[in-house]
């Protein structure tokens, strides 16, 4: 009984979310300003302000040690564990809001959903300041972490949605130009937040204080939110029957040129539709994306999605640990001091910024976003595995490119997830498809965060004994130093394989998510570009033609079932008459 109930709400929730606007509303968004008609390129140039206020969650490490010298005193800007507890509970925050709300914000539109993004965040700022100045670290976990990791989740999903639906051709374009913001923000909010503060503030509060930590979360928070107050105005969704080059906001990739890939056969039982002379309607009268495209409940619950879910966790958690660590790795493991660790933060913010933009349109061009995931899988797997060697033997510029390239395709996750999405189970389901995907990363920012923190922690206290004998319970501070992260970079590497086995294994075309089972089939793989079935216990390589015949034929079944529904529908339509 609770569970049925349950389950309705879901279903409810999830269903396919409609936007409905009256004649008046659509009249006003014809104009971007009285006299100034809407141009749809107006959308990449709010998303990325509204996206580089949001990416000033990535700047997070460079508070960890103020807020905790504000809060607990002066200790020479040691790192307690305290205030970057924050940072996860943001990231938790984010995903889960994103997740809970994207059907919401389809229902209600971008405008109003990145407008309580706004002031959820404000009001986290605002929440924060208070909790440093009266020394309450519990206030800022509730601001920032819950307000405000809440306030940029439903920021970050509303321009996100729009501009996959106003460039239905340039899925990956979009979905770039809609997130690249966020590493932007991440270059700029390491300088002003330390400038405003005061510069070294946690090693002398009294000769380094600026402004200090209340007020700078005061002063950063209203002009986030007057920006993201401004970009919102811009945000809007296509009006209804919008569609770029026969792509409408439904159309599952491959759908619209389906009828290009019915082939002649000599199966009796199917229709040839090649020719434009048949009693039937030809192929391009077809609506293949009728008969392939999803719901979003369809969408959520599919064995794509749930692998795209995981192949997600295994491409972003080496960025996410990275970026929440950086400013203390460099100025601990390798002594840099003053602004050396804010700078390499900023330049991970660049290369951040980067990979959102230019790894997202190489797959426009190749049309093909899975392998820039398995890519991206293999290339952090070879980096993170080197980053314990770059540190043992203090191989500083190494270092840096192993982590300048770690953020490059971390920020290429971001930006090719939404596009992948859209491809996937079209852009309709996208504001909801990808909420629920960004819980992932908040999943991962979270947990991983938790045990990246123990297994840190943990380790003064019993596995480094053992470098002087076990009798012997001291450690040589040097070793301590240069292995503590040893152990938390080897699971994360146990993450990543599975990520890209995961993504390895998802049917990112709709000719291998479609194409029917043989007999006798358990399931089939890619192998390069030849299909792959196990049956009967053995493997069974198809070939290109077979393929193509077995795919045309089942498309021109479609298309005559299609069009005998039709026939059928015209005759009792006729006699009803």
Request: a neutral charge.
């Amino acid at each position: 009984m609770v569970y049925s109930k349950v389950k309705d709400l879901v279903l409810k929730h999830y269903g396919d979310a409609v936007y409905v606007r009256s004649d008046a509303q659509l009249a006003r968004e014809e104009w971007l300003i009285p006299g100034v008609k809407f141009n749809r390129w107006v959308l990449p140039v709010s998303a990325f302000f509204i996206q580089i206020c949001c990416g000033s969650l990535y700047a997070w490490s460079g508070y960890n040690a103020p807020i905790e010298a504000a809060i607990y005193g002066m200790n020479g800007g040691v790192d307690r564990g305290m205030a970057s507890t924050t940072f996860y509970i943001a990231v938790a925050f984010f995903g889960c809001t994103a997740a809970a709300l994207g059907p919401w914000m389809e229902r209600k539109g971008p405008f109003i959903g990145c407008m309580a993004g706004t002031a959820l965040f404000f009001f986290g700022n605002l929440m924060t300041a208070l909790g440093v100045y009266v020394n309450q670290i519990a206030l800022v976990y509730i601001g920032y972490g819950i307000f405000g990791g809440a306030g940029l989740g439903l920021a970050y999903i509303s321009p996100v949605s729009p501009l996959q639906k106003w460039f239905p051709e340039y899925r990956g374009l979009a979905a770039g130009f809609a997130v690249c913001g966020f590493g932007g923000g991440s270059i700029i909010a390491p300088y002003t937040q330390k400038y405003l503060i005061g510069l070294d503030y946690q090693l002398d509060v009294v000769n380094n204080v600026n402004l200090g930590v209340p007020l700078t979360f005061v002063i950063l928070g209203a002009v986030y939110f007057v920006i993201m107050s401004l970009g919102s105005l811009v945000l809007r969704m296509p009006p209804p029957g919008y569609e770029v080059k026969g792509i409408k906001i439904d159309t599952v990739k491959g759908a619209e040129t389906a009828h290009q890939d019915i082939v002649l056969h000599n199966s009796d039982d199917v229709t040839d539709f090649s020719t434009s002379t048949n009693k039937v309607d030809n192929p391009p009268q077809t609506d293949f994306n009728a008969h392939f495209k999803m719901t979003l409940w369809e969408s959520i619950v599919s064995t794509e999605f749930r692998l795209m879910y995981i192949m997600f966790i295994g491409a972003q958690i080496t960025g996410l640990m990275i970026n929440s660590k950086i400013q203390g790795i460099v100025s601990t493991q390798f002594g840099k001091t003053g602004n050396e660790p804010v700078n390499i933060n900023a330049i991970l913010g660049v290369l951040n910024l980067l990979g959102r933009m230019t790894v997202p349109y190489m797959s426009d061009y190749f049309q093909n976003r899975k392998i820039f995931f398995i890519i991206s899988c293999v290339v952090q797997f070879v980096m993170l595995g080197l980053i314990p060697y770059s540190i043992w033997n203090q191989y500083y510029g190494l270092f840096l490119f192993e982590v300048f390239t770690i953020a490059y395709f971390y920020g290429a996750g971001f930006g090719l997830i939404p596009a992948f999405l859209s491809d996937q189970f079209g852009s309709k389901n996208i504001g909801p498809t990808h909420g629920i995907i960004l819980t992932a990363w908040a999943m991962t920012g979270v947990f991983g965060g938790l045990i990246f923190t123990a297994v840190y922690n943990s380790g003064y206290n019993s596995h480094y004994y053992a470098l002087e004998g076990a009798t012997k319970k001291t450690w040589n501070p040097a070793d301590y130093k240069y292995h503590v992260y040893d152990v938390d970079f080897q699971w994360i590497l146990a993450v990543i394989a599975v990520g890209l086995i995961s993504a390895s294994l998802i049917p990112n075309s709709l000719r291998d998510r479609r194409l029917p089972k043989a007999q006798g089939e358990v399931f089939r793989f890619r192998l390069g570009p030849r299909l792959v079935r196990f049956v009967g216990g053995k493997f069974v390589i198809v070939s290109k033609a077979d393929e193509d015949k077995e795919w045309g034929a089942y498309l021109a079944s479609v298309a005559k079932g299609q069009t005998l529904a039709a026939e059928q529908a015209f005759l009792v339509s006729s006699s009803t008459a």
